[in-house]
């Protein structure tokens, strides 16, 4: 100053000053509150995320029914091959006679040799047939118990009930209540309202939105 105004107005020796322009313990709060009035986005995007949570409901009930499906599929398999093998027991025991009458035909010279062989080869077919039976209801037995997270060889216990046959009247109403609780129908009802939700919400994306804030 004293060089812009070619005189000595001014003092050079002022001491250096340190001044709190702030007070201590400052603390600043602010609070902005938003509500909106008028937004298509907020209510198309909810309808879409209520049709996808349904749709996730849906899928779960989906694969609850396709694992019970699984099950009883399983079960009745069980049963077919015990049934499978009993049967394989009674033509055994037929099998036998034949081949005991058949021997005592040919030392009675009643019959050529040939028959005995021709019996004993149907037993020995029938020895395989059989023991693939019995794998495969251990097979059956090892999968049931596998879907029910059980170990393999657990034993089954047999509900006779399971194989009776359906009056015709409870088949047609089990028929109608299959045909309206199909989750797998659900889910793609679902996943189109979804998808229609959010079609509608492109859609209007020119219009305004209102807040309040």
Same mark, same amino acid.
Request: proline share 4%.
């Given at each position: 100053?004293?060089?812009?105004?070619?005189?000595?107005?001014?003092?050079?020796?002022?001491?250096?000053?340190?001044?709190?322009?702030?007070?201590?313990?400052?603390?600043?709060?602010?609070?902005?509150?938003?509500?909106?009035?008028?937004?298509?986005?907020?209510?198309?995007?909810?309808?879409?995320?209520?049709?996808?949570?349904?749709?996730?409901?849906?899928?779960?009930?989906?694969?609850?029914?396709?694992?019970?499906?699984?099950?009883?599929?399983?079960?009745?398999?069980?049963?077919?091959?015990?049934?499978?093998?009993?049967?394989?027991?009674?033509?055994?025991?037929?099998?036998?006679?034949?081949?005991?009458?058949?021997? =005592? +035909? &040919? #030392?009675?010279?009643? !019959?050529?040799?040939?028959?005995?062989? *021709? $019996? @004993?080869?149907?037993?020995?077919?029938?020895?395989?047939?059989?023991?693939?039976?019995?794998?495969?209801?251990?097979?059956?037995?090892?999968?049931?118990?596998?879907?029910?997270?059980?170990?393999?060889?657990?034993?089954?216990?047999?509900?006779? =009930? +399971? &194989? #009776?046959?359906?009056? !015709?009247?409870?088949?047609?109403?089990? *028929? $109608? @209540?299959?045909?309206?609780?199909?989750?797998?129908?659900?889910?793609?009802?679902?996943?189109?309202?979804?998808?229609?939700?959010?079609?509608?919400?492109?859609?209007?994306?020119?219009?305004?939105?209102?807040?309040?804030?």
């Amino acid at each position: 100053l004293n060089s812009l105004t070619e005189s000595n107005s001014f003092p050079t020796d002022i001491e250096n000053v340190n001044e709190q322009f702030l007070p201590n313990n400052f603390h600043e709060t602010r609070l902005r509150l938003v509500q909106p009035i008028f937004n298509t986005d907020i209510y198309y995007n909810r309808k879409a995320q209520q049709a996808l949570s349904g749709m996730s409901e849906s899928q779960k009930e989906a694969y609850r029914n396709s694992l019970i499906r699984d099950i009883r599929v399983a079960y009745f398999q069980y049963l077919q091959s015990l049934e499978a093998i009993e049967i394989y027991d009674q033509a055994g025991k037929l099998l036998n006679e034949l081949l005991r009458t058949n021997q =005592s +035909l &040919v #030392a009675n010279d009643k !019959a050529t040799p040939e028959v005995i062989t *021709q $019996a @004993e080869f149907q037993i020995s077919q029938w020895t395989a047939d059989h023991t693939s039976a019995i794998q495969q209801a251990q097979q059956a037995r090892s999968y049931f118990n596998f879907l029910l997270n059980r170990p393999l060889t657990s034993p089954i216990e047999i509900d006779e =009930s +399971l &194989v #009776a046959q359906p009056e !015709a009247s409870g088949l047609t109403a089990w *028929q $109608a @209540e299959g045909r309206q609780n199909r989750y797998v129908l659900q889910q793609l009802d679902r996943a189109q309202q979804a998808a229609g939700a959010q079609g509608d919400m492109q859609r209007l994306q020119a219009l305004p939105t209102v807040n309040a804030v």
